[in-house]
Every structure is written in C-alpha cells, then in structure tokens.
C-alpha cells in the first residue's frame, strides 16, 4: 500500500479523522467488534489509523496508539506512534485478570507483582494484599515507562 495509491481512493480530514470515497463521497469502511475502523482497499482489509499515519506522515507505521482512547477516532492528533514496549505499558486492565489490578495475580495464597521488562517477566516480591502487590508495581511501572505508564485504574 503506497500513500499514492490511498490518496488516489480516499480523502482523509486530519481534523476529525474520517475517511470518504473519492468515488462515491461516502464514508469508507466499518467498525470492528474492538471498535476499530477497517477500510478495505484493493481486496486487502486495512485499519484506518495505520493509514491516516500513513497519508500524514508518509510512512506505514509499526504501532499506533489511540491517545484518546478511542478506536474510531483517527484524527491525527489523536494518534501516536510507540514502540511495543510503550504500547504495553500504555494499555489498561486486561479484562482476564482475576485480581482486578494491574500487575497483580494470585500467588500461593498472597498476591504477586510483576512487571514485563526487555521482553521478560520481571517478579517484584509477593504481597500480603493485592493493593500492596499494585503499589509495588506502579511504582516500578511509572518509573520505567513515565508518560506512557497506565496503572489500569479509571
């Protein structure tokens, strides 16, 4: 996929990030079940805010993070690019983590804190409670991560 070949097809308002069919003047592509939007060009399935990074920047992009929070916002602003390790740090709760707390699991009757550093598992101790075991990892987590540290906490 060339920014050519994007332009050619699509107009994109950097502002508020939607994309239109030269052609037709119709809004272009769908919203996934993750809340992403999809664009499918020349038979091959895109997601929108690798392209917008794409139009915008000239350049096809290895991860791109919605700052916002929103899936569907590809407005420019609202993008960023990161690094995969960035990328981790920045996302939230994940939604099979029984504790409810970022970093935090089950461990022999008391709650372990652990931290993913240089593609390995960092173990930070084991805790009496699981909000002592969180501390030990935001703590950890912010230092390494700074702007791009989420705790997982709304």
């Not at 769908?30 to 038979?43: E, L, S, V």
């Not at 740090?89 to 709650?111: E, I, P, Q, T, W």
């Not at 699981?130 to 991560?145: K, S």
């Amino acid at each position: 996929m060339t920014r050519e070949r994007v332009l050619e097809l699509l107009n994109y308002n950097l502002r508020n990030g939607d994309f239109v069919w030269r052609s037709s003047g119709r809004i272009a592509g769908n919203i996934t079940q993750k809340g992403h939007r999809t664009i499918d060009i020349d038979g091959k399935r895109y997601l929108a805010h690798r392209i917008a990074w794409l139009i915008h920047y000239g350049v096809w992009p290895e991860i791109i993070h919605h700052i916002d929070g929103n899936k569907s916002n590809n407005a420019i602003k609202k993008l960023c690019q990161m690094t995969p390790t960035q990328h981790l740090a920045s996302l939230g709760l994940r939604k099979d983590n029984m504790v409810r707390l970022k970093g935090v699991s089950r461990d022999k009757g008391r709650f372990r804190a652990d931290i993913r550093q240089a593609g390995r598992t960092r173990n930070l101790g084991r805790f009496t409670t699981a909000i002592e075991a969180h501390q030990a990892y935001c703590a950890i987590a912010e230092r390494l991560h700074g702007e791009h540290f989420n705790s997982g906490r709304d």
